[in-house]
């Protein structure tokens, strides 16, 4: 994200809804007349539920309803009361230019049955509204089959046409009558992730964009809401259509319950035809003679301490979305290095990181030449391939031998460019003064604190700590690659350390990883990837299960600022990614609803590498939607300075790209992985690979694949699978003295073309094409 795009709002309130409204009427609605309100709302409150009250369960979730009040209904989740629903609801049509509210608990003719048929809880509901509609409200809740969850269908119908402004659907009050207004966690996915503070603040986004009540449907990234307090969650989640739109308050300041308010309501909310926030529309939605309009739903709830389990149940209930089509591997081949060769990234031998004016001046990028000579060894035209590694031939040589690991441009890196045009000796000397260089950043309690850049903006006064996830993540990711590479135990001890100081944000929401210009409590995605590289890699190194479930946490944080809904149904949508909750500079621009893919690359990339330790989780499928959503983003070959580049951000409903173009690594370090490799030569070579030896505290590094790794005692062994045709380095270290070493079963001198550092206890190991390698230590 940069600052430099900004969303000018050019339109009045005034004008806005008068072309809505006329745009409307031409479709069959009706202007919700402008000086309407919501009346006093009657206070929902828990109801008298008598022994027998008719009931549905589903392993620990139990809806049990009143035979007297509509929405008369307790939810208990564990045994506990959890929330109520809406026992005294109300709808509003426009009728004769105004606007009527119909009290359904005091409506004419009303009548209600409650009832069990089989597995299920059924409701009817009767009444006459003041114009002589007769109304019909159906209800159905059965276990769904899958967790702790009911399947909900909720059915409105009128014997008259209406134009309906407010249609409760479903209404709950999480918390009324029970834990109150309190409460751990809560989430709407693309839009709120909170500890116990209020939702709708301005501490991430200041001004209209912070009345997130009834947001309009495109910031969703699927359809979830959650609180979660005294070790319990409850979730709601529903079918996505155009007419529902959710609501969601916590505390609950709109009706007063005491708890909080989570729903979803008709007419819909599309960005025109309500200001968001609002319960009534700007225009009405017709309602149909005898047309009924239905919703179907999901409530779901569990014990948990954080709404993470909501989020995993959400995904296990539903199929995440296909993996959005993209031209095939050979053209995306083309398509990046047209951005390497020919967009306005290149200068010569030298690199942009972006395009945005004088920015990012060009540099020198080893990561550049790494990705050129991979498309060069993946690519099916011959002229295409001796162009690339022409230019990686440049521009490796552009790169001073001690940066060969820290030149580059792209978001996702790999110190891989070493291990394929040496000087591996320098990198790690490198990796071990940038990670000393890195302890500078934590006080004496091992934390990372904020610190406002002297005449630059506080972005931590809304914050309620000067710390967060990820602030200290990244200084502690970066310490721990440093040190896996270099192999410094002294170091490597230090970043575990700091890695172990990171649980005091166990179980917590990701946050302020990007306080260069977004607040230091804004929700965002680049906190939950850096966390889950930060413990994958801790993990990998020590063994430790527990660093190995706070990888997986810390990935389940992330899924929220994925759309895993299509919400315009457009080509780029499903698996765009939202970077933060907020807004820069808390005022623009906001990123709600409008995907930052790079940040969503970061995440995908940290997902991949999380799959080797945990491949039952969705990571996979997950990352590979990422990535693919990200080679659908970029600027196509017909655009000559663009062409393959990647936006800054995407405009969902326009589908228009927005500047500055960034270069095109990012993608590529996750496309290597979705494509896979395109030359047999290949085989299915990583483009690199690191594998640690735990027992013997060993670590490799690899331009390719490591695999068949095996350790017995004093003994380990593994092969090389490279992706480089030239000769290239395997870098190992951790070694306590020279080991005995066999290439391919055969014993070999550790002599030059190899190198042995006793002092540091780093072989570096030339080699060519696929490589068996035997150490006894």
Not at 42 to 58: D, E
Not at 210 to 237: C, E, Y
Not at 566 to 574: C, K, L, R, Y
Not at 696 to 714: D, F, K, L, M, Q
Request: with cysteine; hydrophobic share 40%; charged share 20%.
């Amino acid at each position: 994200m940069t600052t430099i795009l900004r969303r000018a709002r050019t339109l009045g309130f005034l004008l806005f809804s008068s072309l809505v409204a006329a745009a409307a009427g031409a479709a069959g609605a009706m202007p919700v007349p402008p000086d309407a309100a919501v009346p006093p709302w009657p206070k929902p409150s828990p109801v008298a539920l008598p022994t027998g009250s008719p009931s549905v369960s589903c392993e620990g979730l139990e809806l049990i309803h009143s035979r007297e009040a509509l929405g008369g209904f307790e939810i208990r989740v564990g045994g506990k009361p959890m929330a109520i629903g809406q026992n005294r609801p109300m709808l509003a049509y426009v009728a004769s230019g105004q606007l009527r509210w119909l009290d359904l608990a005091r409506a004419a003719q009303r009548k209600l049955e409650v009832k069990r048929e089989r597995d299920s809880l059924m409701v009817r509901f009767e009444c006459v509204d003041q114009d002589g509609g007769a109304w019909t409200i159906t209800q159905k809740y059965a276990p769904l089959g899958a967790g702790p969850a009911l399947d909900v269908q909720i059915g409105f119908t009128v014997n008259q046409e209406r134009a309906a402004a407010f249609l409760p659907m479903l209404m709950l009050f999480p918390g009324a009558g029970s834990f109150g207004s309190s409460k751990g966690q809560a989430l709407v996915a693309g839009l709120e992730y909170l500890e116990n503070e209020p939702s709708s603040s301005e501490a991430d986004v200041i001004g209209p964009a912070a009345k997130r009540q009834v947001p309009d449907n495109l910031k969703l990234t699927f359809p979830l809401m959650a609180i979660q307090n005294d070790g319990r969650w409850l979730a709601l989640s529903w079918q996505v259509e155009s007419n529902f739109c959710a609501l969601f308050d916590s505390p609950d300041r709109m009706f007063g319950s005491g708890g909080h308010v989570m729903g979803v309501l008709y007419p819909g909310s599309n960005g025109k035809n309500r200001q968001e926030g609002s319960l009534l529309p700007l225009v009405t939605e017709t309602l149909r003679a005898g047309q009924s309009v239905v919703l179907h739903a999901t409530l779901a709830g569990g014990l948990g301490d954080t709404v993470v389990p909501a989020i995993r149940q959400y995904v296990s209930s539903h199929n995440l979305p296909a993996i959005p089509a993209t031209r095939g591997p050979q053209a995306y081949i083309s398509l990046a290095a047209g951005g390497w060769l020919d967009s306005k990234i290149r200068e010569g031998n030298l690199f942009h990181h972006a395009i945005a004016g004088g920015s990012f001046p060009a540099g020198p990028a080893a990561d550049a030449a790494v990705w050129m000579d991979w498309l060069a060894d993946q690519t099916t035209q011959p002229a295409l391939a001796d162009r690339l590694r022409t230019a990686a031939q440049g521009a490796i040589g552009a790169v001073p031998p001690t940066d060969i690991n820290a030149a580059g441009v792209g978001h996702v890196r790999f110190p891989v460019p070493s291990l394929v045009y040496g000087h591996v000796a320098e990198a790690v000397e490198r990796a071990r003064q940038d990670g000393h260089n890195l302890l500078g950043r934590f006080d004496g309690n091992l934390a990372v604190q904020y610190r406002p850049n002297a005449g630059g903006p506080d972005y931590g006064k809304t914050h309620f700590s000067d710390e967060a996830s990820g602030l200290t993540s990244r200084p502690v990711m970066d310490l721990l690659e440093a040190a896996a590479f270099c192999g410094d135990r002294e170091l490597l001890d230090a970043a575990l350390k700091r890695l172990s100081a990171m649980n005091k944000f166990r179980n917590g929401v990701p946050r302020g990883a990007q306080t260069w210009e977004c607040p230091l409590h804004i929700p965002d995605i680049l906190a939950s990837a850096q966390m889950v590289r930060a413990y994958t890699l801790g993990y990998e190194l020590t063994g430790q299960a527990e660093w190995l479930e706070q990888a997986r946490y810390w990935a389940w944080t992330g899924v929220p600022f994925v759309y895993l809904v299509n919400p315009a149904s457009e080509p780029v949508g499903p698996y765009a990614t939202i970077a933060v909750f907020g807004a820069t500079n808390w005022k623009a621009p906001i990123w709600l609803g409008l995907p930052v893919q790079w940040c969503g690359l970061v995440y995908a990339d940290a997902l991949y590498r999380l799959v080797r330790d945990d491949p039952a989780g969705p990571w996979k499928k997950l990352a590979d939607g990422i990535t693919a959503s990200g080679v659908q983003q970029g600027w196509p070959t017909n655009d000559t300075e663009l062409q393959g580049l990647l936006p800054d951000s995407f405009v969902l409903r326009a589908q228009h790209r927005n500047g500055p173009a960034i270069n095109p690594a990012t993608v590529q370090a996750c496309a290597v992985r979705l494509f896979g490799p395109q030359s047999p030569a290949s085989g299915n070579a990583e483009v690199y690979d690191f594998r640690c030896f735990r027992q013997n505290g060993i670590r490799v590094h690899a331009p390719g694949s490591i695999v068949r790794a095996e350790e017995s005692g004093r003994r380990l062994q593994f092969e090389v699978r490279p992706w480089p045709a030239r000769p290239y380095y395997v870098l190992i270290n951790g070694l306590a003295q020279k080991p005995r070493l066999k290439l391919g079963s055969q014993p070999v001198e550790i002599t030059a073309p190899h190198q042995f550092q006793e002092q540091q206890g780093v072989l570096i190991l030339e080699l060519k094409g696929t490589a068996a390698v035997e150490l006894e230590l």
